[in-house]
């Protein structure tokens, strides 16, 4: 979700179909506290590649332990474990989300065309007083992240933004290095709908970048995956992804997931490898998790600019959030 669509960029990107996951699941699992995940063994290339046909000899049950569990039963601002806007720090990229005209500090990230501003009931724009705008919804266990146009008289107060929206991040209150990551969500469509689960280095620095899911809304049940690094001896940033097709990701809920182990990082769909890319230089810090639902891009295919064909509303529906660690001891044994 970074302005890394302005740089130099090299994208290994395709699409594909995964129709061996099996039925969606609509009904809400808490996350289990230890997990026995399904990882190849293989040497993975720099170059990330598809896990389309594994080799069933190279897969081994990595055992891991839970850090970090949000089920939402409660609002996500009510137990201090998510910040409602980005974090910052004194190592980011010259933008550091500034957002330019359109945004106020740490609000959104206008370098990539993003037309949304995130709010929390407590932000107050340019007004004296915050305007106790909620994006952030809780039903029934689900977390509803929504995005809806401004209304015309605010909209001088949040920087003349086309949409209200929310994002959430852990930088701060959680960070880890290596382990499991996942959300279990319903990915929205529209035009100009742009959700992500995704994470960051805790120190500030970009990159490196992990997108654990980021939803295509103008092509509904295209999800793309994919790692972001600098290469030092130019210092140009390098990309390495996939596109994958899961029919129903906007009306059931699916497990998205992202293992980074010593040397690779695995991605998962209902738990099932995917792909895997070699870790890149530059993974030394422990990483936050962000969960957003942006608004509009200049950059990011299937995603174009609001217009009139955008929806007035949209919900990213999130069942929950968790991370693991590798158990070692259990991993020895």
């Not at 995130?118 to 266990?141: E, N």
């Not at 279990?184 to 960051?200: D, I, N, Q, S, Y």
């Not at 230089?281 to 009139?308: C, E, H, Q, R, T």
Request: proline residues 8%; contains cysteine; negative net charge.
């Amino acid at each position: 979700m970074i302005s890394r669509w302005t740089r130099s960029v090299l994208a290994a990107i395709g699409l594909l179909a995964l129709p061996a996951l099996g039925a969606a699941q609509d009904e809400l699992h808490d996350a289990p506290r230890s997990l026995s995940l399904q990882v190849t063994t293989d040497p993975s290339m720099i170059a990330c590649r598809r896990l389309e046909s594994v080799n069933p000899a190279s897969l081994v049950f990595l055992p891991l332990r839970r850090t970090f569990n949000d089920d939402f039963d409660e609002h996500p601002l009510s137990h201090g474990r998510w910040v409602p806007h980005y974090a910052g720090g004194a190592a980011w990229p010259e933008a550091r989300y500034w957002g330019g005209d359109g945004s106020d500090f740490k609000r959104k990230t206008s370098a990539n065309g993003e037309q949304q501003i995130y709010v929390d009931p407590r932000y107050a724009g340019r007004a004296g007083t915050p305007l106790g705008l909620d994006p952030f919804k809780v039903k029934d266990g689900v977390l509803s992240i929504i995005a809806s146009r401004t209304p015309p008289e605010l909209k001088p107060v949040l920087f003349n933004n086309d949409y209200i929206s929310g994002i959430l991040t852990t930088q701060g209150t959680f960070a880890q290095k290596h382990g499991y990551f996942e959300i279990r969500a319903k990915v929205p469509v529209g035009h100009a709908v742009w959700p992500a689960f995704w994470m960051l280095a805790d120190d500030g620095g970009w990159p490196p970048e992990v997108d654990v899911l980021e939803g295509r809304g103008e092509r509904p049940g295209d999800l793309v995956m994919t790692t972001h690094w600098r290469i030092p001896s130019t210092q140009k940033i390098q990309s390495c992804g996939f596109d994958f097709a899961v029919g129903d990701a906007s009306n059931a809920f699916h497990n998205y997931g992202v293992l980074w182990e010593e040397d690779r990082l695995v991605y998962f769909i209902d738990r099932k490898p995917v792909s895997d890319i070699k870790v890149p230089i530059g993974f030394d810090d422990p990483m936050y998790m962000i969960v957003n639902l942006a608004i509009g891009s200049k950059f990011f295919p299937g995603v174009s600019p609001v217009d009139a064909e955008s929806p007035s509303s949209v919900a990213f529906e999130i069942d929950r959030i968790s991370a693991y660690q590798i158990d070692m001891e259990q991993a020895r044994r």
